[in-house]
């Protein structure tokens, strides 16, 4: 859409507000509204000015003036509000020069679009996040001084079939890691997650399917693949739909990693490919029909994995999903035939399909910065034509101890994501997609994260040291 074509849905459809969204350096979107009557031509030509200070990792009180540059092809009608609103996500510049502002995270992703194309490797990069999620019943938590700990709950969930409740227990429950496909009565989340689907595609969202995941209360959602920025913004509404489809069935969801202890944790699988003059980069005659150029971009993925997991797994709590020995895509290998590695080439008839898939995401991450950094990376591999090894087809976790151990792994941590990407970042620098200032700021946010988790003690502490 351009802008009149926003103007004119705006006119046609009785749109009482505009509601002008952009995202921050932790992945949270944000908002503001305004009136109809305040958008015309010079608004999308002048933008809108808003306090930078405000928003963590961005401006300083003495340089907070900011402004948002609404991109027209990103409207949508927000289904939630009661008053019509027509949704635009922004890219934030700076006023005095319009210059993009280098910690916005979306304006990332358009640099890494464009700077794919500078490169002559290709015109278009295409992703396809697969992100999980849980939707509980009931979430409680306490961060105090004397008080640390959570209790989570699901109607649903397997530890619920002797729980005692006013109508009886219909006992119709799956297992913990058994939630992978029952029908219902077992999936109560049919509808649920229909509405969720349906809500997504009369917003525009070119989607494809649902089911129940294999924890208990896990769910995942599929999005038909786009391109980069694009599906950036579709992974924010995807969230977002999630939030709020939940909250008006009187539930939660969360896409936190590894909410609880015991089951499986929810990922992000990111499918990419490029393309070149209308045709698949990645389709060729190597190892799984790939070509040369996709098996240098899983060289630059692996070689680079361990910063990467400081836009892809950006939480504490990821690495409680990324533990060694346990059905995780911890091994830093590739393969077209097992699931244990950390790259995956999906199986495909048709090269137009041939992609390579990332498994080591989640989805607590910054999509706009994950998916750059996942592209850089992979470009990284194509420019320096950096060899993956040979690829793992065995079940990488019924190898040999003496031969496990030799293969390597992702970060363990966050604190060693962070110094990963502080030792190894110029990468991203290339084209000035990320900037140190950038990267600078987005390291002091999250070392923030790291010392809040890293100074508080943990309840299984007392279950093991209290009496020591």
């Known amino acids: 859409m351009s802008a009149k074509d926003v103007l004119k849905l705006i006119k046609d459809e009785e749109v009482e507000y505009v509601d002008v969204r952009f995202t921050d350096p932790r992945g949270k979107l944000q908002h503001v509204t305004l009136i109809s009557d305040l958008v015309d031509e010079d608004f999308f030509e002048e933008g809108f000015m808003f306090d930078g200070s405000s928003i963590a990792g961005w401006k300083s009180i003495d ?20 008053e019509k609103t027509l949704c635009l996500h922004c890219n934030v510049v700076e006023p005095d020069t319009g210059e993009p502002y280098s910690r916005d995270p979306r304006g990332t992703a358009v640099k890494a679009e464009a700077y794919l194309k500078s490169t002559g490797i290709g015109d278009v990069a295409y992703f396809g996040p697969e992100a999980e999620f849980f939707v509980f019943d009931d979430v409680r938590y306490s961060v105090t001084p004397q008080k640390v700990g959570y209790q989570i709950d699901a109607v649903d969930a397997a530890w619920n079939t002797d729980t005692e409740y006013e109508m009886g227990n219909q006992a119709h429950r799956a297992p913990h890691k058994g939630g992978y496909f029952p029908v219902n009565p077992i999936d109560a989340g049919q509808d649920l997650r229909s509405e969720m689907l349906s809500t997504m595609k009369r917003m525009g969202m070119k989607v494809d399917k649902h089911h129940h995941e294999v924890a208990s209360a896990q769910h995942e959602l599929g999005l038909i693949f786009g391109t980069l920025t694009e599906q950036a913004d579709n992974l924010q509404k995807y969230k977002y739909v999630i ?39 990645f389709a060729g005659d190597k190892y799984a029909d790939l070509s040369q150029e996709a098996l240098w971009f899983i060289g630059g993925l692996l070689k680079h994995a361990k910063t990467l997991n400081a836009f892809t797994n950006p939480s504490t709590n990821s690495y409680k999903r990324l533990i060694p020995g346990f059905e995780a895509p911890v091994l830093r290998a590739y393969s077209a035939r097992n699931r244990s590695g950390c790259v995956r080439i999906p199986w495909t008839e048709s090269p137009k ?20 950094a996942l592209l850089m990376a992979g470009l990284d591999g194509i420019k320096n034509k950096i060899d993956p090894g040979p690829a793992s087809d065995k079940d990488l976790y019924d190898l040999p101890p003496e031969e496990l151990a030799e293969i390597p792994t992702v970060c363990g941590s966050l604190r060693e994501a962070l110094e990963c990407l502080e030792r190894d970042h110029d990468f991203l620098l290339a084209g000035d997609v990320f900037t140190k200032d950038q990267i600078e700021g987005y390291l002091a946010l999250k070392w923030e994260e790291v010392y809040a988790y890293e100074h508080t003690p943990h309840p299984i502490e007392y279950q093991m040291y209290y009496s020591c």
């Open 63 to 82: 340089q907070s003036d900011m402004k948002l540059i609404a991109d027209p092809k990103s409207a949508y009608i927000d289904p939630f509000y009661a």
């Open 243 to 281: 939030h709020n489809v939940a909250a008006a069935y009187g539930k939660t969801a969360t896409f936190m990693p590894k909410p609880m202890k015991g089951d499986n944790g929810s990922g992000m699988h990111v499918n990419m490919s490029i393309w070149k003059d209308g045709k698949p980069l």
């Open 353 to 372: 399909a041939k992609r390579v898939e990332a498994r080591f995401p989640d989805p607590s991450a910054n999509p706009y910065l994950a998916f750059a």
